[in-house]
């Protein structure tokens, strides 16, 4: 035990003790992770999708959360469930870390701006009180959101970030002195846990640290950060930092003893310094997998092994290696917990009855705990003394298996058996909750969403960089085709990438330059920067890349060659997308070493959309050619798809503004914003300077219809034009440019880049062209998410695309409204809401039940109902909605189709007049409190949401309501396993008609069901989430079901 001690603990200090630089973003989530995350979004890639919209739908992501903390608040305390502040404390500092995830995700300034209200509210707190835990479960959290914002344009006022800053050390940073304050509760987040808590259970301790570790890199502090890293792997302070504290402490009388668990009364002794207690992970977790808390529940030991991964992922991000430390510790505890709670409830391969660690079978370890407050006598599965609560196997659904498990199985391509019950505790996650990881319950253990931040695509251990800043620290940058990839920036691994980003048969690099601490063999290039060499048969790179669109795609490399007996080999998403390639030589080809030429490896070579592994293998002869780069061009795109969003559309564009002077388009995103705003078209009118300045415009481009369109830019200086994140005009002079892409009918996100150098001519304009549309200025849309109590009614055309109207200000007569290249106007009148349509709208007879989402049902009457003119004028018709409701479910369902009184086939096409507020048609909702008076106060805010359907099941769909109409007689699916290899099962539904959706909608299988066991085969469906409906005799069931 001493000597392993010793050899992990020399290997940690050599590790740890190099100058500490950090790498921002970089708590919970790197630049590179955030880039992932969003591309996956676009692309639409499980996890990721639909794990994004649960994070988008969540009340703690919207940029319309109202803050409850205010710069007048000057105490926190989390000691009670009424302690000062509590509730607005968590509740803000949950949705300043998921708006500044949904910055970062949609660049929607709003959000940052929520974000930023959040932070600048808590900077006058001045007293912190409580235990270690209760400081480091609060800091944690809202600092990860600081750290998002502050190292993104997000427009964060300097001296705004100071003072929270600054209040994070109240009354002052001090590695020589602790303050007073410490001692008296005048004292804030650092002074509450500069020194662990070695009185208490390691979780409290553990939290504790997590919350310095974070402050340290959000302060780019490295004493701070060491102080945690340092206690963490069990070793002494810093010598420019206070001591951590002494030890040992000794047990005195018992307190209790309850089978499980000795307490004691314990006494202090001073004789050993920095003695470590049971937040040290290797004094939390035992050697074999126990952890120090197994004996009290198994809740908190559940959380406590658990948070040491969340702070290894922390560690990670910075370049250190928590995770493999004491040969995989943390794992270990993970799989020892994680065994003993599944197979409470759960039976598995080989293992049918509930997994015991005993002392008798030597599996359990009796240990007096570092802070001599408890001996552990055996597991506990109760709630502590209370015999009658069992926890175990309770904690499976929280969401702390995800990022542990994406590390050992996808950075470190474990042997699966290391990782088996992790993996489970993944699963049976899902398979519990019927989604992905969410927010947690407890939302200081753990953000959550684990699934949607730290999944990894498949073959990519490493993260994408373009190089080193100039302390060596990785620029962490995803590769987005088309683009040149420096073959010398192949992708970065914190430890040893041998195996997993490269294999290179040198054990070292050869080459002695640039990457020295790699094995892969580099050299200064003649032509500037470096290449590779002494490249062998059978080594390989890996490049993490994004292919923006499907399409076809032309490869080729800058080398050098010796002789043309070298070959290479390039691979997408695990796919061989070319052969072994000779590499050419003489002729009009390299005829040596120092001779550089271009060469075109292969075309047309097909790629499909997303985040993937660029894998460059090489064959052949050793030393036959060197490398330099591969450029990566488009060829022919495929049709880009629309955007898939619950999102309303309104005529404007988001900008940022920028000043600098550059002689080229800059990366905006490392660029300091001046301001930011909405304004109804592309153009310079925001600009406040004359010359030297820059814009990014973000919003959305309708397509009518599919097919080709062309855009063109006029810009003086230069500007960039992308399509859902596809570059495709770039124009670098006073001129018109023009490009043209396929797009399929529906919005899509468009950026524009634009800069001036001289104000003499600056000038942007963006015009387009497609089907059935003259050249003409771009129209160009922003994204309005729907709020509770704003009125939506979706509606089609003739030409059969989907427009939509909204409304939430009563107060407002009338308002304009655009649906595609359409312009409508609405009306309010006291008592209900008017809509008026263009003359060429209809309502479509495929889409004949309308749907209001109402909170409450009004003490008065609730109608729907067409009419000529206004109220009272010429009716067709009126129906109460009071019987047609989902089941008690809020839903009330109108069928327009139906032969009511006054309805039948005129109902089908009710639009049909012009755009005048006197006799026009329109769909009128009355919500009335009063039985007699339509022109009493209605009730608008109750309202959630009016859209009409295809069918009633698609009204359910969309509601997530999983209750038949009218009474329909509920069933239970039966159906197993869940996650889902390969196939399911489904019982008892014998004649049943089953359909199997994607989480956008797209049937993905249709089938009956002839046995009352039945197996369905998924085994070519891509892993992800899926829907699947049966239909038994006119009931129709729901569920989701994960493929793995």
Known sequence: MKTKLLLYLIVFFSMFTKAQNFVHPGLNHKKSDLERMKLQIEAGIEPWASSYKSLAADIFSQHTYIVKGNTSMTVLARDSNSGPNKAAYEDDMTAAYQNALMWWMTNDQKHADKAIEILNAWVNLKSIPGIPLDVGLYVAPMVNAAELIKHSNAGWAEADMQKFSDMLVYPGYSNTTVPEGAFNDNHTFYWGIYNGDPKRAGNQE??????????????????????????????????????????????????????????????????????????????????????????????????????????????????????????????????????????????????????????????????????????????????????????????????????????????????????????????????????????????????????????????????????FDTDGLPNYNMNTLPMTIEAENFDYFPIIGQGRTYNDISSSNTGGVYRTDENVDLKESLEGGYSITNIENGEWLTYTVNVPANGTYDISIRYAAANGNGKIKFNFGGEDVTTDVNVPFGSINSTSLIDWKDFTVATNVSLTKGVQALKVLFSGANNSFELSNMNIEINTLSCIDSVDTDLNYAQGVNYKYYEGTWSELPDFTLETVVKTGEISTIGLSEATSTDNYGFVFDGYVYAAKDGMYTFYTNSDDGSRLSIAGVSILNNDGLQEASANICLNEGYHKISVEYFTASGVNSSLSVLYEGPSISKKILPIYLEEAKVAGQFEFLFETN?????????????????????????????????????????????????????????????????????????NNDKEGFSSLANTTLNNSGIYVYDLSANGPGFGSSAKKIFTDNENYTDTNRIIFLIDENDTSSTSNSTYNDIEWIKNFASIQDIIDYAGVTLAVNDVQKEVISMYSNPVKSSFTITNHLGANVEIFDMVGRLMLKSSIKSNKQSIDINHFKKGMYLIRVNSNGSILSKKILKM
């Open 206 to 467: 553990l939290a504790a640290y997590k919350g310095m570790m974070s402050m340290g890199i959000f302060l780019d502090n490295e004493l701070m950060y060491q102080r945690a890293l340092r206690y963490l792997s069990d070793q002494d302070h810093h010598p420019d930092d206070l001591p951590y504290e002494a030890g040992p402490k000794t047990t005195t009388s018992i307190i209790s003893d309850n089978g499980f668990l000795i307490s004691y009364n314990w006494s202090q002794q001073f004789t050993i310094p920095d003695y470590g207690y049971d937040g040290v992970i290797t004094n939390y977790i035992y050697d074999n997998g126990q952890s120090q808390e197994s004996s009290r529940d198994q809740t908190h030991a559940m959380y406590g092994v658990s948070l040491t991964a969340q702070i290894a992922e922390i560690a990670w991000n910075q370049g250190d290696d928590l995770y493999s430390l004491a040969d995989n510790r943390i794992l270990l505890g993970l799989e020892y917990h994680l065994r003993y709670n599944l197979t409470y409830e759960n039976e598995y391969d080989g293992v049918l009855e509930p997994w015991e660690p005993t002392v008798e079978n030597g599996l359990f370890y009796q240990k007096l705990h570092r802070t001599a407050r408890g001996k552990s006598l055996k597991i506990n599965p109760y709630s502590g003394s209370d015999n009658t609560r069992v926890l175990r196997g309770l904690n499976i659904t929280r969401p702390y298996w995800e990022t542990p498990l994406n590390h050992y199985k996808d950075r470190l391509n474990l042997d699966p058996e290391k990782y088996k019950w992790l993996q489970r505790g993944r699963d049976l996650n899902i398979e519990k909750t019927g989604d992905y990881e969410v927010r947690s319950e407890s939302r200081t253990d753990t953000p959550g969403w684990g699934a949607f931040t730290h999944s990894r695509t498949s073959n990519c251990p490493g993260d994408p960089i373009n190089g």
């Open 799 to 871: 030409n059969n695309f989907e427009g939509w109207s909204s409304f939430n200000n009563p107060g407002t007569t009338s308002m304009s409204v655009t649906s595609g290249a359409l312009q409508a106007t609405y009306a309010a009148a006291a008592g209900y809401l008017g809509i008026q349509y263009p003359a060429d709208l209809e309502f479509s007879s495929a889409h004949p039940y309308v749907a209001i989402k109402i909170d409450h049902l009004p003490a008065g009457r609730m109608a729907f109902y067409m009419a000529n003119g206004w109220y």
